[in-house]
Each structure stands twice: as C-alpha cells, then as structure tokens.
C-alpha cells in the first residue's frame, strides 16, 4: 500500500501509521463535519505532531514569562521573537533543534538545522548576523561519535560559511547519554530596524500568494512526524525524511526576502520550514484570521508524478511563502528574477477562514485554519518522580576520597573534551564574515558590534545537562543563571533568552516530570534575573534503545552592551594584574565534571544556586565594567575554579601564567574540602584581573553589591600555581588543554 | 582612489570590502552586480570572497562566465587595478588572468583563524607601503586555498618577483607548521606579470580596523591609494 495515493481508505492502520490517536481522528470529523481524506488527514498528522503544536508541552510552556518593557514581538506571536535594542534597532532571535535529521545523516542534518533556524530570522525582515551551535554526542573515543561529531561540524560549516553568516560561538559536550541521539540545537539572531518588522500573516481578501525559491521535492516527507518519536534501529530508514540543504539558494533567497521588505509591496512573508507548504498556508491564514487558497498544479516541483499529499507534506528546504499587495504583482516577480528564484503565484487571500487546496479544478483539502494551526489537542501528561533520583542524588562524601596529585586532576579535566578548547570545531566555521565579530569562540560570550552605532550584542548558550539530570529543577534555573553569568561577564546586560527543550519522549510520566522540574527551574530564573523568553523549541523523544538522553534545556541569552568599549575580555591580558576571586565558595562536589571524570560518578546533588546572589554578582560584574575597572572577566563553571583558572591563562595571543598564593583568604571554616575548593562548582563565582590601580575600587564595589571578593593572586610568570596542591608550566596545560580534541579527531 | 565591488550571487565579503574600502579608509566604493556589461570608471576592481554560484563544480569556475568579467577585462587591459580576495583570487584563476589553480586544503576541511603573512615584494602597486620582508597578521577563511602551479609557471613566478604574500612564523620562518593549507612553497597571494592584478587567500579587509584584533590589512589599501 502506499501511503500517498489519493484512493487510500482511511483504515485504523493508516490512522495509526500517521501517529493520530483515536481521539485525535474524532476530533479531525468533528472539526470537517465529515471524514477526512488522505492528504486531510496527513496535513493534520503533522500540524498535530508534538514539533509543530507542543501538544505534549503547551501547558507548561504557557508559564514562561514573555513580557518585558524591551519585547516587541512576544514569544509564539510569530516565528521569532523581538527584542528593542535601543538607536531604533532590534535583534530577532531563536534557537532550534535538529537532533533527529543529524543522527541519521549527520552533515544535512546539521546543516539543514543552520538553514531552517536562519529562515526564521529574515522571515521577520531582519538580517541574521550570526549564528551558534550546541551541540551534544556521545563519548569522543568511540568511532560513531567521531563520524557524528565530524559530520555534524562539517555540515554546519558547510551552511553557515557559504551563506556567510559568521558562527561566532556555542558549545559542545560529550556524555554517554547522548550515544545514538546526539543533540545539534541551532541559534540565528538578526537586526532589524524597528519599523521594518515584518509578519507572517495573510490579510487582505484577494491579495495574491506567491511561492519563492527552491522547488518542491519528495525530501523531507513527514519530517516533523519523525522528528516526534523515539529513534529506533530502524531509524536510517527514514533517511528520506532527511533534508537535503541547498546554502546558496538560501543566500539568494535571504538577499531577495530582504530587497522586498524595503518595497511596500509585502503584506507577510512565512517560511517553509516543518511540515511546509500546510504550515506555512494554514498559519499565515490564521493569524490573518482569513482564509486561503492554493493550487498545487501551479507548485515548482523537481521531481515528476509528485501527488497532492506529497506536495502539501514535502519539507524541501529554501522555501517561502509570500503574500503579496494585490497591483504589486510585478515588483515581486522583478525582485525574484534578478536572484534567478522561482516566484510563482500559487494562490490568494479569501474571506472566510478555511484553508482551501486545489490541484487544478479539483478541491483536495479544504479544513479551518486555526482548527490545525491553533486549535490542536493539548494534553496534561502524567508526571512521576523518576525511580534513578533518590539513589543518584545520594552522595557519601566520606567515601569520595581527595586526590593525592591535584595537578594530574587539573590536566585529566583540561584534556577532557567536554572542558578542552573547541577550537578544532570553531576554526571550521567562518567565525569573522561580515567583519563584526569583536570576541571570537572561547570567550564566556560572543560579542558581536553593530556597525554605524556605538552598540555591541553578546550570545552564549548553557546547558549543564548533569546537573538537570541529578535535579531538573536546579540545573534548568542554573542553565537561564550561567548563560546570563556569561553575557554579563562580557559587560553587556542580559536581556531575554530563547530556548531549545531537548528531552527524551514525553509519555514517559518520569520524563515528563524532569521537564516540568527543568522548566519550573528556568521560570524562576528568567523572573528573578529579568529575562524574558522570545520563544525556542521543544525537542521530545530523544532516545535511543539505550534509553533517553540526560534533559538538556539549553538556553540561548542574548545581551547589550551599550557602549561596546566597555567590553571584558575572558582572558588575562597583563602580566602584573591582580586576580580577585568574586563569590562564594562552598563544600559543593556533587554533580560536578571533577566527581564525574577523576571519580567516575554521576552523583550528588548539583550546587545550590540563589538567584539573589546571583543577581547580586552580575550587577556587579557590568558595574565594574562600566567603571572600566576589569581587566577580564570569566565565570567559574565545569573543573571550577582551577579549570578557570587555567582558562584565563589560555589567551590565544599568549599564553600567561598566573600564582594564587592566597586561597587561605577563602572562608575554609565550615569543613571544606581541597577538591571542593579547587575544582567543586559552587554557582555565582567569577574571576576577574584589574590592574594594581583599581584594586581599592574592585574591592569597594564588591562590598556595596554584598558579593564576597577575595584577592588570591597576581597574573605572571609561565608557571600555574594554585595554592599548595597544584604547580605546572602553563604550556604544558595549554598544550593539553588545544590538543585533546585535534588528538582524538585524527586517531 | 575609485573602487567598483563586483557583487556575484552568492558572494559574502563584499559588504565587507565596501566597509573597509569606504567607510574605515574613507575611499568611495560602489557596488556592481554581476550582470552588468558596464561598470563607471574606477581606479580598482575588487572581486570579494564567498562562494560565488555556490561554488558548485569548483570554486570560482562559474563566475567566470558572468557578464561583468568581461568589463573587469577591458578595466585590467587599461592597466588599472584588481585586487581577488579568496574566492575573488579563485575567479581569477579560473577566468585565467593569474596562473595555476587551487586544491582542497591539505586538512580536507575548511579553515578560518589569523595567519601570518610575509611580504615578498614590495614594489607592487598593493604592497609599495609595505617594507620586503615585513610579517602581517591577517585571517584565512576558506576550504580550497591550496595554490598550485606547475614547475614552469612556478618558476617564472620566481623569476619575475610575482609572489606577493607567503604564510610564515610570526616571526617571518616559512615552514610546514605556518603554511594553512599546503600551497606550493607557501604561497599566499601572487600577481599578474604587468603587476596590476592581485590575487590572494587572505582577507585583508578582515584586518583593517582595531577592534577586529589586526590592522595590517591596511597596509594594502594605503599602498593602493598612495
């Protein structure tokens, strides 16, 4: 049988082969007043699948805060958010996940991921100006993750560099628990004059649809529905749900959308991205409140005998729907015939709100528009406390015995992928294109500047996946805490984030509740620290016969720096400098890289974090750099404050040393343990250098924002000392810490 | 100094020429798209990097065929000058106005960072601000920047002073370790025999302002425009 003839009765088999529960269907008839056909009933299928109506997650997304004095388009009103940077600009923003597509066929995967995630920035009228990754896989050693790893840089590189769009920054991890479901989460963020935003909405009854750029192809079919179930051994089967991307079409489609949006003869513009051609009609229609129709007949197609079903479900990528002002045919078609795409006119607004699809003279779907785009079914799924928790969480520090050689434990941790320099990865990613990144990759943020203002912007994107394994609710607000930690260690205020909620399948009452925990967790993060969410995505069903991957809500924060001048660098700059210890260090080693590498357990409760501490920190890390007091700026994360430490040192133009013959001066009072000073991970810690004159200020500043501070060092020398337990070359750190990855990638 | 950036669909690098050329040098620059016969009269040509045509078949091969070569011809004929950056140097070795060819990058991946470049001749019109011998920081960003020639070609460029730029050492050593991408004998820009035509892997334009961590870049500029 197959699944796209025309004539398919619609049996409980093919019902259930298209992931519609029983309910579902009953609300399909209910909704048509009649059965549905085929191709109803696969555009329904996708529109109603997890990755395009957060059915599952709704419910929980809904308590997000969105609001703020700076959001000018709200998360969910369109395809991205906006956010007012001030001199009449703002920046677009949003994170998405193509896990699924990259675990199949790693180099389209990824790429497509750029591609997709890029679209829904010029959608909006903005010109994306960078891009970032996060990235998860498997252990390095093991052969797959080499290919997935390798496959996966290549493909964004690939997308990112031909489009010339610079990849100025992200992040990968490497965990058992990623094994065969490897995470690629894509960040674009774009500028846009304020009065240029543009909506994906169709209005206007009889202004013509037009489709532009590539031709519709049998690739990607169903896409969306694969991306919402579990992946399989089988799952290479669907590799002809796999995207194949085309990044130079999607430069000149990029270069077309934007040379329209400075005519007047746009009304909204919406992408073909998940479940394509269906999405893009029925939402521009119900956000129009109007209704629409096309014919498929007049529908670009690279492959022949291509059925209405395929057409409506095909995920071709470099695809846009336009809706166009009635009269101002021809300016469309000028604009697109100058970059050589396609511009055909497949359709117009009508009154009503039904979403009509000819092909030809005949109807072969005719169904409400808000009814799939909004109107979908919610579920509150059942959550339960996972069974792992309570013995995972349980930590006997007695038994966790202190090292013997803490600098061997520096180097193990420095030469773990998971901590070791990325710049095997970055430096495959055209990172400087469009000559405005101003921090490269390796910094705690990427700051990129805003030709023509004063202004800089900063990105990073966090995600401590330990810790959500051990306590969602912690690591999802520790998650929001570091990337703002991030940002704000640039010197740029933080402003909202966007997310990409990568989970394992969502009926699973145990995963549910991690996700709800982890959500909980960033809610209470984004209110105290101020910073909305503009929208992301949910990315369920990641697992793999192994089991589900660790919960990984990754977050994507984006800062201003007013005057892009006042920026920090992460890395020591002068010899001399004082090196000062900013925070609160406690007897914290659960949940830590150190406990997990030098140890071998996932265990242990991750550190507390108070977000008015955390609060406390921040402001005065942008005070002082506004006061220009810091020389650099990096927070304390993964190996703590030795790995940190070392991080400094690691400038790319020199390497530097650095002598923290103070430690004594950290409160050891309450029975701290060395490996909990060197390398536990207590939250809202920073190091900073400032040079000898500012010392009195550094110090007065901390103690008006009641962050502890402690002076523990000077920057000098070609050695790393720490305390009493660690002295080793810095070189030869160094060397450990560039050459891991590079290592393990050519063996 | 007049300046035209030819605009071929899918270059990325020419807003950034224009930035550096007009805003940070303060030379006027207009941009011309590939599809013009006609460009106004200008003192310098710059074909841009990025991925001309997608780079589909090889780099540079289609862009050759653009309209527009044809003008940039007749300006390089009249002895006024062309700078080819990255992709813009791949045009002009397939369009046959410099010798030899590129390979993939001897990593068989593509690479963006900062390298360090020799100035090999100092008497060009793009390098006469420059002292022989002197070492500039300035990035890379491409997959197939690995310049080859055969020993004839090789040889005539020796001979007659046409290698502009070679990878180097900070400290100005050629060797294995400083050379990016496996060029032949280091090679990273070279000229045409009549001296007005550059073509070079390096994106000089990437390296024309403080904040973008090099300057060095300038250097060509202000030979241009001296």
Redesign the interface.
């Known amino acids: 049988m197959t699944m796209t003839d025309a004539d398919t009765k619609i049996t409980p088999e093919v019902i259930a082969a298209h992931g519609v529960t029983e309910t579902e269907y009953r609300s399909i008839v209910k909704i048509l007043g009649r059965e549905p056909n085929l191709t109803e009933l696969g555009i329904f299928s996708v529109m109603w699948s997890e990755h395009c109506s957060y059915k599952n997650s709704k419910p929980i997304l809904k308590q997000f805060p969105t609001t703020g004095s700076k959001i000018l388009v709200k998360a969910g009103e369109e395809n991205a958010g906006i956010v007012d940077i001030g001199d009449g600009l703002a920046v677009c923003f949003k994170i998405e996940s193509h896990n699924h597509p990259s675990a199949v066929e790693p180099f389209q995967g990824a790429a497509t991921g750029v591609g997709g995630i890029l679209r829904d920035i010029f959608t909006m009228g903005s010109r994306p100006i960078l891009l970032m990754n996060s990235l998860r896989f498997g252990k390095l050693e093991n052969a797959t993750t080499k290919r997935l790893f390798k496959g996966v840089v290549?493909g964004i590189?690939?997308y990112g560099?031909?489009?010339?769009i610079p990849t100025v920054g992200g992040e990968v991890y490497f965990d058992e628990s990623y094994e065969g479901n490897p995470l690629v989460n894509a960040l674009a963020l774009g500028i846009i004059k304020k009065d240029e935003i543009v909506k994906g909405k169709a209005t206007g009854t009889g202004n013509p649809v037009y489709y532009v750029g590539a031709a519709t192809g049998r690739d990607g079919l169903g896409g969306a529905a694969f991306a919402s179930r579990e992946l399989t051994e089988e799952s290479h089967e669907d590799r002809p749900a796999v995207q194949v991307g085309?990044?130079?079409?999607e430069?000149?489609l990029m270069e077309a959308c934007l040379e329209l949006i400075k005519t007047d003869a746009l009304v909204g513009m919406q992408d073909m991205g998940a479940a394509g051609l269906s999405c893009s009609t029925c939402e521009t229609a119900s956000r129009g409140s109007s209704g629409i129709e096309i014919d498929l007949q007049k529908v670009p197609r690279r492959e022949t005998g291509m059925v209405p079903y395929e057409l409506m479900l095909s995920e071709s990528q470099e695809r846009m729907l336009i809706i166009a002002k009635k009269g101002k045919e021809k300016e469309v078609e000028r604009i697109f015939e100058k970059?050589?795409l396609h511009a055909v006119k497949i359709g117009e607004v009508q009154d009503g709100h039904l979403m009509r699809v000819k092909d030809g003279p005949e109807l072969v779907a005719e169904i409400p528009a808000k009814a799939l785009a909004d109107e979908g079914p919610v579920y509150k799924r059942e959550e339960k406390k996972p069974a792992y928790l309570e013995k995972a969480q349980r930590l006997d520090l007695a038994a966790v015995k202190e090292p013997k050689d803490f600098t061997a434990v520096l180097k193990k941790l420095l030469g773990h992928p998971s901590i070791a320099s990325k710049a095997w990865v970055?430096?495959?990613?055209?990172?400087?294109?469009?000559?405005d990144?101003?921090f490269y990759p390796g910094h705690d943020a990427a700051v990129v500047?805003i030709?023509g203002t004063q202004r800089g912007i900063a990105v990073s994107t966090d995600c401590n996946s330990l810790y959500c394994y051990l306590d969602p609710y912690e690591g999802g607000k520790i998650a929001v805490a570091e990337a703002a930690r991030n940002v704000a260690a640039t010197g740029a205020v933080p402003l909202a984030i966007t997310n990409c909620l990568n989970f394992g399948n969502p009926m699973k009452s145990e995963v549910f509740w991690t996700f709800h925990q982890a959500v909980q967790g960033m809610i209470d993060a984004c209110k105290a620290l101020k910073t909305p969410v503009t929208g992301g995505n949910v990315s369920f069903y990641n697992e793999s016969p192994a089991g589900a991957i660790q919960p990984t809500p990754t977050v994507g924060m984006v800062g201003l720096l007013e005057n892009?001048e006042t920026r920090i660098p992460s890395h020591f700059q002068n010899d001399g400098d004082l090196i000062f210890l900013l925070g609160e260090t406690k007897n914290e080693i659960g949940a830590s890289h150190y406990l997990m590498i030098e140890h071998g357990l996932k265990q242990g409760l991750p550190p507390r974090l108070d977000l008015e501490k955390e609060t406390a920190l921040q402001e005065l890390l942008l005070e002082s750099a506004r006061a220009g007091l810091l020389e650099s700026c990096h927070d304390l994360s993964e190996g703590g404050l030795a790995v940190a430490l070392a991080e400094c040192c690691f400038n790319p133009k020199r390497n530097f040393g650095a002598v923290l013959d103070q430690l004594n001066l950290i409160p050891q009072a309450a029975g701290l343990r060395q490996d909990a000073l060197y390398f536990g991970e207590s939250q809202s810690r920073a190091i900073v250098s400032v040079t000898s004159d500012n010392k009195e200020a550094i110090i007065r500043a901390a103690q008006n924002h009641r962050v502890p501070v402690y002076q523990i060092g000077k920057v000098g020398g070609q050695k790393l000392v720490i305390g009493d337990k660690i002295e080793v070359d810095a070189a030869e750190c160094a060397k450990v810490y560039r050459e891991t990855i590079p290592g393990s990638m050519a063996s | 100094m007049k300046t035209a950036v030819v605009v071929f669909?899918?270059s990325?690098?020419d807003?950034?020429c224009y930035?550096?050329l007009n805003?940070v040098m303060g030379s006027p620059v207009s941009f011309v798209w590939h599809k013009e016969r006609e460009f106004p009269k200008v003192d310098l040509v710059v074909l841009p990097?990025?991925?001309s045509?997608?780079?589909?078949l090889r780099t540079g091969s289609i862009a050759r065929f653009s309209p527009v070569m044809e003008s940039v011809k007749k300006h390089a004929e009249s002895g006024r000058y062309v700078i080819g950056i990255c992709n813009g140097f791949q045009i002009l070795l397939e369009a046959g106005f410099l010798p030899g060819a590129m390979l993939r990058n001897k990593t068989l991946?593509?690479?963006?960072?900062h390298v360090y470049l020799r100035c090999e001749n100092s008497a060009s019109a793009f390098t006469k601000n420059m002292k022989k011998g002197a070492v500039l920081s300035i990035?890379i960003?491409h997959?197939e920047g690995n310049y080859f020639c055969d020993d004839a070609t090789f040889k005539e460029l020796q001979d007659q002073d046409r290698i502009a730029f070679r990878y180097v050492s900070a400290e100005g050593k050629t060797g294995e370790a400083f050379n990016p991408n496996g060029s032949r004998d280091h090679i990273a820009g070279i000229l045409n025999k009549k001296g007005n035509i550059l073509g070079m892997m390096p994106?000089p334009?990437?390296a024309?302002?403080s904040?973008?961590s090099s300057t060095d870049g300038k250097a060509i500029w202000e030979s241009l425009m001296k």
């Open positions: 290549a590189s690939h560099n031909c489009i010339g085309d990044p130079f079409l430069k000149l970059w050589d970055w430096e495959q990613y055209d990172h400087m294109v469009r000559t990144t101003v500047r030709k892009i | 669909p899918g990325n690098c807003t950034d930035h550096a805003d990097g990025g991925f045509y997608g780079d589909y991946s593509f690479v963006c960072k990035p960003a997959g994106h334009e990437r024309s302002e904040i973008l």
